[in-house]
T-cell receptor, first 112, second 108 residues
Framework: DVKVTQSSRYLVKRTGEKVFLECVQDMDHENMFWYRQDPGLGLRLIYFSYDVKMKEKGDIPEGYSVSREKKERFSLILESASTNQTSMYLC???????????FGPGTRLLVL | GQSLEQPSEVTAVEGAIVQINCTYQ??????LSWYQQHDGGAPTFLSY????GLEETGRFSSFLSRSDSYGYLLLQELQMKDSASYFCAALRFQKLVFGTGTRLLVSP
């Protein structure tokens, strides 16, 4: 079974803090993704990585950056957290095709 | 731009059949995936259609018509545990563009 883990289930941060969200997958998948999920808006892609040190912006990259130093780990960074970044953050991984993505349990982030 | 439209909510009773429709508008379209998400849980993959036609996996089937930019997920013999949100997602260039989701409520 593919396992995707995220570092925290719940996180509370203050405006202006730098926030790191970590994601690890154990199936040697090439592709990894970060989404945010908000009520009524579905899942929106923040960033995508198709290989180590390779990244591509998704639909809503503003205010975020990512790091992929090792194949199994993909980190999402909020350089200076803002209240409008309060959301559920979901990490996923997939093989080459991309149609089947395996999601982590999510991190619910609250920015005060 | 890219967009996928699906109904926000569908209700049905146990044992019934329900169809969740999805229309899409996206360039570079490769295929249509479907995901299920229970409250508080992570999305899980259900099915993928790359070609026109029906794909069946147990009680769930998914259909795609590329010419109509349309697909649907068909759930048969509904069970209470099928109450969840269902997302269609268009695959383009190894990435998925998700619809806003359909909340399915199954009642006894």
């Amino acid at each position: 079974d593919v396992k995707v883990t995220q570092s925290s289930r719940y996180l509370v941060k203050r405006t202006g803090e730098k926030v790191f969200l970590e994601c690890v997958q154990d199936m040697d998948h090439e592709n990894m993704f970060w989404y945010r999920q908000d009520p009524g808006l579905g899942l929106r892609l923040i960033y995508f990585s198709y290989d180590v040190k390779m990244k591509e912006k998704g639909d809503i990259p503003e205010g975020y950056s990512v790091s992929r130093e090792k194949k199994e780990r993909f980190s999402l960074i909020l350089e200076s957290a803002s209240t409008n970044q309060t959301s559920m953050y979901l990490c996923a991984s997939s093989l080459d095709g991309g149609e089947t993505q395996y999601f982590g349990p999510g991190t619910r982030l609250l920015v005060l | 731009g890219q967009s996928l439209e699906q109904p926000s909510e569908v209700t049905a009773v146990e044992g019934a059949i329900v169809q969740i429709n999805c229309t899409y508008q996206t360039s570079g379209f490769y295929g249509l995936s479907w995901y299920q998400q229970h409250d508080g849980g992570a999305p899980t993959f259900l099915s993928y259609n790359a070609l026109d036609g029906l794909e069946e996996t147990g009680r769930f089937s998914s259909f795609l018509s590329r010419s109509d930019s349309y697909g649907y997920l068909l759930l048969q013999e509904l069970q209470m545990k099928d109450s969840a949100s269902y997302f269609c997602a268009a695959l383009r260039f190894q990435k998925l563009v998700f619809g806003t989701g359909t909340r399915l409520l199954v009642s006894p």
